[in-house]
């Protein structure tokens, strides 16, 4: 296992249509993290799933957003009628939770999203 | 909401120097964690601090745990050109369930 794999690693769309983006965790972590960073700030949070759960949304991830974890491996970020505000690097990490204690989350390469 | 405060923004160094860098919490924190960012990669965690007042390394890094648990900070000693980055600090509070809060980071340069 390589790591978390993100895909794409870029996307260009126009204002209005969505996107989809897609998240491999590492393959026995059963905690998967997606995060947003614009330009020159540090990642914000948005949301995480234990399995196929999701644990818990931050208030940044509005209605036009949707993120799953179907079957508790891989994790989809959809966004739906895109804005210009949504222009940013989309962050997925994973990390183990177990009976000892957690892992730290490691990050993805990220999904960079320019909204035109 | 929890917020982070990170100084310097910015710092340009001559190889072989020192870099110190902090992070200052409104609120107090129960783990810390530092992450290297380069260009076009997701962050990399260097390291991770669990314990008011623990002091940690990783190679040539240092960091730690502040004892009030509302700061923290990173050394790195006789940097090198690869060291070039953005170095953020990041935190989980007593309410913070899983969620991290990162500090706006610090763009480290190194000049050869």
């Known amino acids: 296992d390589t790591g978390v794999s993100q895909d794409p690693r870029h996307k260009i769309t126009k204002r209005g249509q969505n996107v989809t983006f897609r998240c491999d965790p590492i393959s026995e972590h059963n905690r998967l993290y997606w995060y947003r960073q614009t330009l020159g700030q540090g990642p914000e949070f948005l949301t995480y799933?234990?399995?196929?759960?999701?644990?818990?949304k931050s208030r940044l991830l509005s209605d036009r957003f949707s993120a799953e974890r179907p079957k508790g491996s891989f994790s989809t970020l959809e966004i739906q009628r895109t804005e210009q505000g949504d222009s940013a690097m989309y962050l997925c990490?994973?990390?183990?939770?177990?009976?000892?204690?957690?892992?730290?989350?490691?990050f993805g390469q990220g999904t960079r999203l320019t909204v035109v | 909401g929890q917020q982070l405060n990170q100084s310097p923004q910015s710092m340009f160094i001559q190889e072989g120097e020192d870099v110190s860098m902090n992070c200052t919490s409104s609120?107090?924190?129960?783990?810390w964690l530092w992450y290297k960012q380069d260009p076009g990669e997701g962050p990399v965690l260097l390291i991770a601090?669990?314990?008011?007042?623990e002091l940690t390394s990783n190679g040539r890094l240092t960091a730690q745990f502040g004892i009030t648990r509302k700061d923290s900070f990173l050394n790195i000693s006789a940097s090198i050109p690869s060291d070039v980055g953005i170095y953020f600090c990041?935190?989980?509070?007593?309410?913070?369930?899983?969620?991290?809060?990162f500090g706006e980071g610090t763009q480290l340069t190194v000049n050869p």
């Open positions: 601090l669990y314990k008011a007042g």
């Open positions: 990490a994973s990390s183990l939770k177990g009976w000892w204690g957690n892992t730290e989350a490691f």
């Open positions: 609120s107090i924190f129960n783990t």
């Open positions: 990041a935190g989980r509070g007593e309410t913070s369930g899983s969620r991290l809060t």
């Open positions: 799933f234990q399995n196929e759960a999701q644990l818990e």
